[in-house]
């Protein structure tokens, strides 16, 4: 059994992935701001820890990762079109939880991020989604520089659609959609397959089930 730290905790993404690691002999721990979220969250199957990640130090996010075996980065600015979140959040939180991990001597680590983010975007492009794309294209860049056993999850446009358990992963995709429940399912299957580690895939909808589309990435 693994104890999985989970920053972001009680995102979309997150609370999908939680019950997928308790099926699969994990112990979830969901790190959220505040303790409100905790009756939700352990009714689905997770240990909750405080972490508010726009307001620690590194050596907050090594304490909240005390214990732990992997970190996943699930953590987002949300749709609200604050630019300055995305950069407190979406980079910011990355930024603190490689320093916190790397404190706490927490080598594995599997991030969530975003298709397409080191393509250049178009000058006319909305200030927030440049800040969106920067931030996570930064955060890349710095955990693969790391030296943890990083992997980089980059999904296309989420939807809320029922998992279907297939989907195309590789390291560059054509653009589409992919529901929550599968880059859920996806991150679960990484934490558990040694062989994805220094892997950066895109990931969306497809026809190949979750475990061969990961196996067949790292072959």
Same mark, same amino acid.
Request: hydrophobic share 40%.
């Given at each position: 059994?693994?104890?999985?730290?989970?920053?972001?905790?009680?995102?979309?993404?997150?609370?999908?992935?939680?019950?997928?690691?308790?099926?699969? &002999?994990?112990?979830?721990?969901?790190?959220? @701001?505040?303790?409100? #979220? !905790?009756?939700?969250? %352990?009714?689905?199957? /997770?240990? =909750? &820890?405080?972490?508010?990640?726009?307001?620690? @130090?590194?050596?907050? #996010? !090594?304490?909240?990762? %005390?214990?732990?075996? /992997?970190? =996943?980065?699930?953590?987002?600015?949300?749709?609200?079109?604050?630019?300055?979140?995305?950069?407190?959040?979406?980079?910011?939180?990355?930024?603190?939880?490689?320093?916190?991990?790397?404190?706490?001597?927490?080598?594995?680590?599997?991030?969530?991020?975003?298709?397409?983010?080191?393509?250049?975007?178009?000058?006319?492009?909305?200030?927030?989604?440049?800040?969106?794309?920067?931030?996570?294209?930064?955060?890349?860049?710095?955990?693969?520089?790391?030296?943890?056993?990083?992997?980089?999850?980059?999904?296309?446009?989420?939807?809320?659609?029922?998992?279907?358990?297939?989907?195309?992963?590789?390291?560059?995709?054509?653009?589409?959609?992919?529901?929550?429940?599968?880059?859920?399912?996806?991150?679960?299957?990484?934490?558990?397959?040694?062989?994805?580690?220094?892997?950066?895939?895109?990931?969306?909808?497809?026809?190949?089930?979750?475990?061969?589309?990961?196996?067949?990435?790292?072959?």
């Amino acid at each position: 059994m693994s104890r999985i730290a989970i920053v972001g905790g009680n995102g979309q993404i997150a609370r999908l992935l939680h019950p997928l690691l308790v099926q699969a &002999g994990h112990t979830p721990v969901a790190l959220v @701001r505040t303790a409100s #979220y !905790a009756p939700d969250l %352990e009714a689905l199957g /997770a240990e =909750v &820890g405080i972490l508010d990640i726009e307001n620690s @130090r590194p050596e907050d #996010y !090594a304490t909240a990762f %005390e214990g732990a075996d /992997a970190v =996943v980065f699930a953590a987002g600015g949300g749709p609200d079109g604050n630019a300055e979140r995305k950069r407190t959040v979406d980079l910011g939180g990355s930024l603190g939880s490689i320093a916190g991990a790397r404190q706490a001597g927490v080598e594995r680590f599997v991030q969530i991020s975003a298709i397409g983010v080191d393509q250049p975007v178009p000058d006319d492009t909305e200030p927030v989604w440049k800040e969106y794309v920067a931030a996570k294209r930064d955060a890349d860049k710095a955990l693969r520089a790391s030296g943890l056993h990083w992997t980089i999850i980059r999904p296309g446009r989420l939807t809320d659609d029922p998992p279907t358990g297939t989907v195309t992963l590789a390291p560059e995709v054509e653009r589409g959609d992919v529901t929550r429940g599968d880059v859920a399912a996806v991150v679960a299957t990484v934490l558990d397959e040694p062989t994805s580690v220094g892997h950066q895939w895109e990931l969306v909808g497809g026809s190949t089930a979750v475990v061969d589309a990961v196996r067949s990435a790292t072959a």
